[in-house]
């Protein structure tokens, strides 16, 4: 399903950064671990096509990430793929329910055959559906963003530190969400992580050194 081969991402300043090969099959669960400024969340990107490498190859779906380079192509990629990266954001202008139902919206699907009932349910948000962006903590922010990343029902979900700034019980609340999309939804799950509550019910590790 996802292949890395000889990936390299350069920075301006010189920075390289290596990534092992890495082939993920489909209804895998990997949760990317290493020291901060190893790379974990560069890769989260590569792997979202929220950045290019600078060499080497990443296929998704039996195609090169590259050969996603037009609108129709790029539209069919983001439906697949649920995205929580470090630069996902919400919208100040909507409210919270909105902002999990604006993938919905930018794909033209109906939100009767969508997941977000069951998700908001699986995630404690009932309660914040009215509030906007700037009533939430950043643990409710973090459960808000998981939302909206899986509300297409996507084969893939990419998540960069999704149990960041969460108490121990909205952390567990989580990775039971996590385990259920694996277990039950056969959803292909990447997750950097620092959190070893996420990578203990990961099926495989892939360890970055700075």
Same mark, same amino acid.
């Given at each position: 399903? =996802? !292949?890395?081969?000889?990936?390299?991402?350069?920075? *301006?300043?010189?920075?390289? /950064? @290596?990534?092992?090969? &890495? +082939?993920?099959?489909?209804?895998?669960?990997?949760?990317?671990?290493?020291?901060?400024?190893?790379?974990?969340?560069?890769?989260?990107?590569?792997?979202?096509?929220?950045?290019?490498?600078?060499?080497?190859?990443?296929?998704?779906?039996?195609?090169?990430?590259?050969?996603?380079?037009?609108?129709?192509?790029?539209?069919?990629?983001?439906?697949?793929?649920?995205?929580?990266?470090?630069?996902?954001?919400?919208?100040?202008?909507?409210?919270?329910?909105?902002?999990?139902?604006?993938?919905? =919206? !930018?794909?033209?699907?109906?939100?009767?055959?969508? *997941?977000?009932?069951?998700? /908001? @349910?699986?995630?404690? &948000? +009932?309660?914040?559906?009215?509030?906007?962006?700037?009533?939430?903590?950043?643990?409710?922010?973090?459960?808000?963003?998981?939302?909206?990343?899986?509300?297409?029902?996507?084969?893939?979900?990419?998540?960069?530190?999704?149990?960041?700034?969460?108490?121990?019980?909205?952390?567990?609340?989580?990775?039971?969400?996590?385990?259920?999309?694996?277990?039950?939804?056969?959803?292909?799950?990447?997750?950097?992580?620092?959190?070893?509550?996420?990578?203990?019910?990961?099926?495989?590790?892939?360890?970055?050194?700075?």
């Amino acid at each position: 399903m =996802i !292949i890395l081969k000889n990936v390299l991402k350069k920075y *301006n300043n010189d920075d390289v /950064i @290596s990534y092992n090969d &890495l +082939k993920i099959d489909r209804g895998d669960f990997i949760s990317i671990i290493g020291p901060s400024g190893s790379g974990k969340s560069t890769l989260i990107d590569l792997i979202a096509k929220l950045k290019t490498c600078s060499s080497g190859e990443i296929t998704i779906f039996d195609k090169s990430i590259n050969a996603y380079d037009d609108k129709r192509s790029i539209q069919l990629f983001r439906k697949e793929i649920g995205i929580m990266s470090s630069s996902s954001s919400l919208l100040s202008v909507l409210n919270i329910q909105d902002n999990i139902l604006l993938p919905l =919206i !930018i794909h033209d699907e109906n939100i009767i055959n969508s *997941n977000f009932e069951h998700i /908001i @349910s699986k995630l404690n &948000l +009932k309660n914040l559906l009215d509030k906007t962006s700037a009533d939430l903590s950043s643990g409710e922010r973090q459960r808000v963003l998981l939302a909206r990343a899986m509300v297409l029902k996507p084969k893939i979900l990419i998540a960069d530190e999704p149990t960041a700034n969460l108490d121990l019980y909205n952390s567990k609340q989580l990775v039971n969400f996590l385990r259920y999309l694996n277990d039950e939804l056969k959803t292909t799950i990447i997750v950097a992580t620092h959190d070893d509550i996420v990578s203990s019910i990961s099926k495989r590790i892939y360890e970055l050194e700075k």
